[in-house]
């Protein structure tokens, strides 16, 4: 069983910065894809940004390229989102993810709420206009 808890998440204005942390307990981190996904309230959760196994492959929703950078350091267990010129549209509950990957998939990440097995509490993310 895997734990994930999530920080970082706050208030911030129009075009600032935000980096969302996540820490993993309980499993072996680096056999998981890690992802970030998001909820707006009534709305559904939709994915972020995801990264494989060894961090050598990333994936990005096309609303968040160029803005926001998924990392991870498996030696702290932590997948990181760097979130800059946040967006009003960017509020929401963030959530990381993770996906066990057998080693042959090591460079797998993928972009569906169906394929994670474990999540986080989430944290609020509200940008201000």
């Known amino acids: 069983q895997v734990q994930l808890v999530e920080s970082g998440g706050g208030l911030v204005q129009d075009g600032g910065s935000l980096r969302l942390s996540c820490t993993a307990s309980?499993?072996?981190?680096?056999?998981?894809?890690m992802g970030w996904f998001r909820q707006a309230p009534g709305k559904e959760r939709e994915f972020v940004a995801a990264?494989?196994?060894?961090?050598?492959?990333?994936d990005y929703a096309d609303s968040v390229k160029g803005r926001f950078t998924i990392s991870r350091d498996n030696a702290k267990n932590t997948v990181y989102l760097q979130m800059n010129s946040l967006q009003p549209a960017d509020t929401a509950v963030y959530y990381c993810?993770?996906?066990?990957?057998?080693?042959?998939?090591?460079?797998?990440?993928?972009?569906?709420?169906?394929?994670?097995?474990?999540w986080g509490q989430g944290t609020q993310v509200t940008v201000s206009s």
């Open positions: 993810a993770a996906d066990y990957k057998p080693t042959l998939l090591f460079s797998v990440c993928v972009p569906h709420v169906s394929a994670y097995d474990y």
């Open positions: 309980g499993g072996i981190f680096s056999r998981y894809a």
């Open positions: 990264i494989s196994r060894s961090g050598g492959n990333t």
